[in-house]
C-alpha cells in the first residue's frame, strides 16, 4: 500500500498482525499516514466539477473530472496539487479518502474511482494476487526509509550478541525489516532474502528477532524492552523518535527498496490513459514536492521511475509473491 503501503503514508502501509498461514491476505496500515475516518466506502473531498464526468476521456477543452483514491486527503499538499491539475491540465481532481487499506484497490477495479496513490508496489504485488487483479503502476513518488531505533547504542555494531530487536509482525513490513536488520549486518536470510521473506527465512543471525504488532515496536525500544526496534514513520513520530535519531534505515535508491516505491496505480486498460500519466507525473511538480516533504518531516525520497520499469518490478514482485504462499 503509504511505503504507502506507503505514505502508505503516502506512505508505507502497515498490515494487523494474522496467523502465518493467512499472512498473505493481511491488511496494511503504511506507509504511516493519519488518515480521515470514513463511513462506508469512501468519502469524497472534492475540488469542484460534475460527478456525470467521471472520466478522462472528455471532449478536448472541456473540464475533466478524475477521482483518485488516497488516504491522506486532509494534507495540504493535495490541495496544491488539485489547483495544479485544474490549471496545468484542465482536470478537476476528486479525492477518495479511504481510512481503510482493505477498499482502495477494489473502488479501484469496480469503477469507484479513476486511480488512487497509497500504496507500494509490494502491496499491490501482494494484492494483485491474492485477488487475482491486475492493477498496474503507473507512475513512481516516493521511497520513505524505513528506520531501526535504539535508545541504548548508537550504530548496529554497538548492538550485542542475543540481543532483542523487535520488527512489524505482519507481511509487508516483517519481509522489510528483515532486509534493513541484514543489510545493517545483523543476520542474513535465505538466499539473500526477498520481498516476501519471514523470520523463517533467517539464516543466521547475531541478534533475537522479536516480532511485534507494528504499533508496539516504538514502545518497546522506548521502555528499554529492546536493545532496538523497527519503527514505521508514524508510529515513530507518535513516540516522539527523531528522523534523525534512527542507528540505520535502509537506501531508498538501491535495488532492495524498489518494492517500496509508492505509485499511482490504475485498472490494466488505464495504464496508457495520456491524462492519468500526466496526472501521475504533476505530483513531481517542485510545490507539491516541496509539501509532501514538509508533511512527513523531509523524510520523502522522490523516484522519478517509468511507467514500463514500475510494471516490471511489479511482475517480478507479483512472482515473489506466488512463490511465498
Known amino acids: ?10 506512505n508505507e502501509p502497515q498490515l494487523p498482525a494474522k496467523p502465518r498461514d493467512n499472512r498473505r491476505t493481511a491488511i496494511i496500515a503504511g506507509a504511516a499516514v493519519a488518515v480521515v475516518a470514513i463511513a462506508g466506502i469512501a468519502f469524497a473531498v472534492t475540488s469542484g466539477g460534475d460527478d456525470d464526468d467521471d472520466t478522462a476521456a472528455g471532449v478536448a477543452g472541456t473540464t475533466k473530472t478524475v477521482s483518485i483514491g488516497v488516504a491522506d486527503a486532509s494534507q495540504a499538499y493535495w490541495k496544491t496539487y488539485q489547483d495544479l491539475a485544474k490549471k ?3 482536470v478537476d481532481v476528486k479525492l477518495v479518502n479511504f481510512s481503510d487499506y482493505s477498499q482502495p484497490n477494489p473502488a479501484l477495479k469496480q469503477g469507484q474511482t479513476d486511480l488512487n496513490q497509497f500504496q507500494h508496489i509490494q502491496y499491490l504485488a501482494d494484492y494483485n494476487v491474492t485477488s487475482k487483479d491486475t492493477i498496474q503502476p503507473i507512475g513512481a513518488t516516493a521511497v520513505y526509509p524505513l528506520p531501526l531505533y535504539s535508545t541504548k547504542y548508537k550504530s548496529p555494531e554497538e548492538i550485542p550478541a542475543k540481543a532483542k530487536i523487535a520488527i512489524p509482525n505482519d507481511t509487508i513490513n516483517e519481509a522489510r525489516g528483515l532486509l534493513v536488520l541484514q543489510a545493517a549486518g545483523l543476520l542474513t536470510l535465505k538466499d539473500g532474502g526477498g520481498a516476501f521473506s519471514s523470520v523463517d527465512d533467517i539464516d543466521t543471525s547475531k541478534i533475537k528477532v522479536v516480532p511485534l504488532d507494528a504499533s508496539q515496536t516504538a514502545g518497546a525500544v522506548k521502555s528499554g ?6 519503527v514505521n514513520k508514524n508510529f515513530a513520530t507518535d513516540a516522539g523518535l527523531k528522523t534523525d535519531e534512527a542507528i540505520y534505515q535502509d537506501d531508498p535508491s538501491s535495488d532492495v527498496a524498489a518494492p517500496y516505491v509508492n505509485i499511482f496505480a490504475a485498472r490494466a486498460e488505464d495504464k496508457d490513459n ?3 500519466l500526466k496526472l501521475a507525473e504533476l505530483y513531481h511538480d517542485a510545490s507539491v514536492e516541496k509539501g509532501v516533504q514538509e508533511a512527513n518531516g523531509g523524510t520523502a525520497v522522490f523516484r522519478d521511475t517509468s511507467p514500463a520499469d514500475l ?5 517480478k514482485v507479483e512472482e515473489q509473491a506466488r512463490a511465498a504462499k
Not at 524492552?225 to 523497527?230: P, R, V
Open 88 to 90: 496545468e491540465l484542465n
Open 274 to 276: 495520456p491524462t492519468y
Open 311 to 315: 510494471q516490471a518490478e511489479l511482475a
Open 225 to 230: 524492552s529492546t536493545a532496538a526496534s523497527i
Open 1 to 10: 500500500m503509504s511505503e504507502p503501503i506507503t505514505p502508505a503514508e503516502p
